[in-house]
């Protein structure tokens, strides 16, 4: 980067910044907050898969951050739905590496609601200050003794030019054997760009309700309410053609997001919207399967694995938007 005479250090206006947190289930654990200088502010949690814990945008909150707050690994409840105990969803919480969805028994193998991976920390990880980008990396092992070896090399690349940040993953199968492959990015949109004011935008080819509490409102599957009692989730999934693609703006603070990802690679899209009290998210989900579990999965063989020494690629592109010329400008650009 280049120097600044009108600065004294380059964190003045952009960089990464290492924390720790103090008390609590989140005792310890390690955070990087990555500022790019244009009003695009994110958090990375190191023990959490370097997930994306909290993102905002010119001084307003985009992600949900759920009643548990910060939950260190330690506190992990691997059974059934314990998951929810420690489910901070934050932005993004990535979920797999061998289960995705719903608890279930699989092959004989008794497996945990969305899987590990969320709850592993970073063996290592780095960054670098470049001319025009800031880049993190970040090694998770989510392996066992006589069981799957599965390794995921994340690349977070946040862009100090314009409002955008990439996450890309590489997993590789580390083990002797064949490995299931599940993976969904669980990204979890929060107040206040998530209220009733909230546009969503998925140019999808068909929408499907998970169950019949969705298919009750499928045909406002792209509305939001106010924050309600007792009210129950939905899940849609969205077929799409083309390149993966979804964005959601709020005109009350004139901002919004975009998401992009290869379609290809990342088949599933799954729309999460849960508009309780305090419960209060729309979840925006690629990724490789459904999350109705993976003996589901199987069963419609669509169950993908990796092969010893095999490696598989995903990556997703966030955009910040702001105004609602972007917004328009983007939604027909992606008609």
């Known amino acids: 980067m280049k120097k600044n005479p009108y600065i004294g250090h380059e964190s003045q206006l952009c960089g990464v910044e290492e924390h720790r947190l103090v008390g609590g289930k989140g005792d310890g654990m390690r955070l990087l907050l990555v500022k790019n200088g244009l009003g695009l502010e994110f958090t990375i949690s190191v023990d959490r898969c370097a997930d994306i814990s909290r993102l905002s945008f010119k001084g307003d909150n985009f992600g949900y951050f759920s009643v548990n707050g910060y939950v260190a690994p330690a506190y992990y409840d691997d059974k059934s739905i314990g998951f929810l105990k420690s489910f901070t969803a934050g932005f993004l919480t990535t979920c797999g590496l061998t289960a995705v969805g719903s608890?279930?028994?699989?092959?004989?193998?008794?497996?945990?609601?969305?899987?590990?991976?969320?709850?592993?920390?970073?063996?290592?990880?780095?960054?670098?200050?470049?001319?025009?980008?800031?880049?993190?990396?970040?090694?998770?092992?989510?392996?066992?003794?006589f069981g799957n070896k599965l390794v995921l090399d994340r690349t977070i690349t946040c862009s100090i030019k314009e409002n955008r940040l990439t996450i890309e993953d590489t997993i590789e199968n580390q083990g002797n054997?064949?490995?299931?492959?599940?993976?969904?990015?669980?990204?979890?949109?929060?107040?206040?760009?998530?209220?009733?004011?909230?546009?969503?935008?998925?140019?999808?080819?068909?929408?499907?309700?998970?169950?019949?509490?969705?298919?009750?409102?499928?045909?406002?599957?792209?509305?939001?309410?106010?924050?309600?009692?007792?009210?129950?989730?939905?899940?849609?999934?969205?077929?799409?053609?083309?390149?993966?693609?979804?964005?959601?703006?709020?005109?009350?603070?004139?901002?919004?997001?975009?998401?992009?990802?290869?379609?290809?690679n990342l088949a599933y899209f799954t729309e999460w919207k849960m508009m309780g009290e305090r419960d209060y998210v729309l979840g925006l989900e690629p990724g490789n399967c459904h999350p109705d579990?993976?003996?589901?999965?199987?069963?419609?063989?669509?169950?993908?694995?990796?092969?010893?020494?095999?490696?598989?690629?995903?990556?997703?592109?966030?955009?910040?938007?702001?105004?609602?010329?972007?917004?328009?400008?983007?939604?027909?650009?992606?008609?």
């Open 103 to 145: 608890p279930c028994v699989d092959n004989g193998e008794e497996l945990p609601l969305h899987g590990t991976i969320s709850n592993v920390p970073a063996e290592r990880f780095s960054w670098d200050m470049k001319e025009e980008e800031i880049v993190i990396k970040a090694r998770m092992n989510d392996s066992f003794l």
């Open 177 to 264: 054997e064949a490995a299931p492959l599940m993976v969904l990015y669980h990204m979890n949109m929060g107040y206040p760009l998530l209220s009733e004011k909230a546009q969503l935008y998925i140019p999808s080819d068909r929408v499907t309700a998970r169950n019949q509490q969705a298919q009750l409102g499928i045909r406002e599957w792209d509305k939001m309410t106010i924050p309600t009692r007792g009210i129950a989730e939905q899940c849609y999934y969205h077929e799409m053609k083309e390149d993966g693609f979804a964005a959601i703006y709020n005109a009350e603070i004139e901002k919004g997001l975009s998401i992009r990802y290869d379609q290809k």
């Open 293 to 335: 579990g993976r003996n589901k999965m199987r069963e419609e063989g669509k169950l993908t694995f990796l092969e010893p020494e095999e490696s598989k690629c995903y990556s997703i592109t966030l955009e910040m938007l702001q105004g609602m010329e972007q917004w328009e400008a983007i939604r027909n650009k992606n008609k």
